[in-house]
C-alpha cells in the first residue's frame, strides 16, 4: 500500500489549496478514505472523511463550510479542497487509509498559511 500525497505549500490567510492523495496497492474504491492533519506537540486529528463511493463526507468541526473532499476513484485518488485558510489551518496533512488488519499513512505534506 502506498498513500502519496502532494500539493501542500505556503499560501496566505485567505487563499485556497488543493491537496491531492494517490494512492496504490489496494482496492481503493472499497475503502473510506481519510485526511488527518499535525502540528507540533498535539495528537493527529481528523480534518474530512469519505466513504468509498463517495457519497457520504464527515468533516472536522474546525474546517467545516471550508474544506471539500472528493474522490476519484478511476485515479485512485482522494483531495481535499481547502478554502478560506487561515493560519491556525497550518500543519502537516496526513492520507489515511484503515483497513480490517492495519493502518496507513501517507509521508504528508506541509501546509502553511501565512502572511
Known amino acids: 500500500v502506498q498513500l502519496v500525497e502532494s500539493g501542500g505549500g505556503l499560501v496566505q490567510p485567505g487563499g485556497s489549496l488543493r491537496l491531492s492523495c494517490a494512492a496504490s496497492?489496494?482496492?481503493?474504491?472499497?475503502?473510506?478514505m481519510s485526511w488527518y492533519r499535525q502540528t507540533p506537540g498535539k495528537e493527529r486529528e481528523l480534518v474530512a472523511a469519505?466513504?468509498?463511493?463517495?457519497?457520504?463526507?464527515n468533516y472536522g468541526d474546525s474546517v467545516k463550510g471550508r474544506f471539500t473532499i472528493a474522490r476519484a476513484n478511476a485515479k485512485n485518488t482522494v483531495y481535499l479542497q481547502m478554502n478560506s485558510l487561515k493560519p491556525e489551518d497550518t500543519a502537516v496533512y496526513y492520507c489515511?487509509?484503515?483497513?480490517?488488519?492495519?493502518?496507513?499513512w501517507g509521508q504528508g505534506t506541509q501546509v502553511t498559511v501565512s502572511s
Open positions: 489515511y487509509l484503515r483497513t480490517g488488519v492495519r493502518d496507513y
Open positions: 496497492g489496494f482496492t481503493f474504491g472499497s475503502y473510506i
Open positions: 469519505i466513504s468509498s463511493a463517495g457519497t457520504s463526507t
